[in-house]
């Protein structure tokens, strides 16, 4: 269905390639029945942003949306697992899936990245789209509020996908505007040392969680 591969590409990043590919987009956007009016309004909004800003702009608002904090991550097990084991084994599943069904990953790709599986789901009939779109409802929704929370256009994306699963969009107007501080951001991407640290350490200068 053309439709996961028009929001897998404006979920990843944006490559000059992609934006050369905006219209096109915005045709399967109007043509998609599965788009409703108000989700489609915002898709062309978005779809209007990326192509409106120069690369090196869009490239930065990326970065600086998805890839600074886990609340926007678009990695789906990241949401589940963190960085526990259960995650890689989670995607080791989910390779499997793809790879049963004849579909392949590149290898800078992680099975559960969004615009990856949205890619898959391109491939595959209506229903199969709409039961792991709702099998991740849960996750979806959490992405939205956070996009939400920041006034982002990217948020129509995530809606978009919620009303395909079956499930309610968030409601802009119940999400009081909100934005992560460098600290946060920090805290939530720190990496914890592999070994504790045995030396005695003065309190005021205990900085993990």
């Known amino acids: 269905m053309l439709l996961f591969k028009a929001l897998s590409a404006l979920l990843s990043y944006p490559t000059e390639e992609m934006r050369e590919a905006l219209t096109e987009i915005a045709d399967v956007v109007r043509a998609s029945p599965l788009v409703a009016p108000r989700e489609r309004e915002g898709l062309l909004a978005l779809i209007a942003e990326i192509g409106d800003r120069d690369l090196f702009a869009a490239e930065e608002h990326y970065v600086d ?22 995650r890689g084994a989670a995607m080791v599943e989910l390779k499997r ?7 392949e990953l590149s290898a800078r790709e992680l099975p559960d990245f969004l ?14 789209a709409r039961d792991m779109l ?7 929704t959490a992405i939205t ?6 006034r982002s ?45 045995t030396a005695p350490v003065a309190p005021a200068k205990m900085q993990g969680r």
């Open 65 to 86: 949306l998805f890839d600074r904090g886990r609340a926007l991550s678009l990695n789906l097990f990241e949401h589940l697992h963190g960085d526990s084991r259960d």
């Open 115 to 128: 615009p990856a599986v949205l890619e898959y789901l391109s491939r595959r009939e209506l229903a199969e």
């Open 134 to 140: 709702a099998d991740c409802a849960d996750i979806l």
């Open 97 to 103: 899936i793809y790879e049963a069904a004849g579909f």
């Open 153 to 197: 256009r990217y948020a129509a994306a995530l809606q978009a996908l919620l009303v395909i699963a079956g499930a309610p969009p968030v409601d802009v107007a119940k999400v009081p505007p909100a934005r992560e501080s460098a600290e946060t951001l920090d805290r939530d991407w720190v990496e914890r040392p592999a070994f504790a640290d």
């Open 145 to 150: 509020r956070s996009l939400v929370a920041r």
